[in-house]
């Protein structure tokens, strides 16, 4: 056996992890971040199945300005985010409660900027009175210790061309609902670069949409959804592999008439049909799967 997984998540880990549930929500408050409608059961899979070196580096595969970087830097690791959309003008909040830097010059913009960014794009008086109030408690904070020893590192860059990261450097990559958003064929690469740069026995640990039986895009996500088939394959998962694709139906179920999740729905999801809940109506379309590959 090598360690490689294949599974689809099940709501069962709400329960099996009870105190790491109210740890992200009580972070995720602070932060002023909302979850993805499933993204709780991504977190707790990845996080029980990575193995924490507290002066570790971990790659978080298309981070955004999501949770998950955020909660490794509070258990201090150190985090390279990677992202092709530009943080450069991520939020005060964050750099108030972490170590934040950009892996070159231009992946951070410096504080005021920042700052200043927040204030032309706001609209309305109260609004921009609002953001300036935090923003102004936000330097504040930053004369505090920040909330964990770990460090942050904005790498606005594509997946597939991970230049500034050295072969075998890091100890582990997580990449939370984000990489179906690349084709298949571009999955593919992205597999493979990330796999050049993790050492030797390091964890690539990814939550993506699981197909029934054929691959499917769905549309208001901009997702791929993957058979058990093409997940092996794209992953090169180890042909001992074991997965619980064959509980797919009943897994299905349980996740449609999931009250917790449901009923926690993010309030972004109502505000349009461009997203994996549109109008924030409770139609689950697709169920989350955990991989786990380990490098030989």
């Known amino acids: 056996m090598t360690g490689d997984k294949l599974k689809i998540l099940s709501v069962d880990l709400l329960d099996q992890h009870r105190p790491l549930v109210s740890e992200l929500r009580g972070l995720a408050r602070k932060l002023r971040l909302e979850f993805g409608w499933h993204y709780l059961l991504d977190l707790i899979w990845v996080i029980a199945n990575l ?33 092709r959309s530009s943080r450069a003008n991520l939020g005060l909040r964050f750099r108030a409660n972490f170590h934040v830097e950009g892996l070159r010059s231009n992946d951070l913009a410096l504080n005021q900027a920042a700052w200043l ?15 300036q109030v935090r923003n102004l408690l936000s330097f504040g904070r930053m004369l ?11 790498y606005n860059q594509d997946l597939k061309t991970l230049t500034g990261i050295e072969d075998e450097s890091v100890d582990a990559v997580v990449a939370l609902s984000s990489l ?3 084709t298949p064929e571009e999955l593919r690469e992205v597999v493979v670069e990330l796999m050049r740069v993790l050492k030797s026995g390091g964890k690539l640990l990814a939550t993506l949409g699981a197909a029934r039986e054929n691959d499917w895009f ?15 394959g794209i992953f090169n998962l180890d042909t001992s592999t074991l997965t619980n694709y064959d509980q797919y139906d009943e897994l299905f179920a349980d996740l ?12 972004f999801y109502s505000r349009s049909d461009d997203n994996g809940m ?16 380990v490098k030989p």
Request: glycine share 12%.
């Open 51 to 83: 193995n924490f070196n507290r002066n570790g580096k971990v790659i978080d595969a298309g981070a955004g300005v999501g949770i998950m970087q955020w909660y490794l830097a509070s258990k201090g690791i150190e985090v390279f985010s990677v992202d």
């Open 117 to 131: 960014h927040d204030y032309r794009n706001t609209s309305g008086l109260l609004a921009k009175v609002k953001t």
């Open 144 to 154: 505090l210790p920040p909330l964990g020893k770990g460090h942050v590192y904005v």
């Open 180 to 182: 179906e958003h690349n």
């Open 218 to 232: 769905h549309e208001p996500s901009k997702g791929w959804n993957y058979s058990e088939t093409s997940l092996r």
């Open 256 to 267: 449609k008439d999931c009250a917790e999740l449901r009923d926690n729905l993010a309030g």
């Open 278 to 293: 549109p109008w924030g109506v409770w139609d689950p379309q697709y169920i989350p799967v955990g991989v786990c590959k």
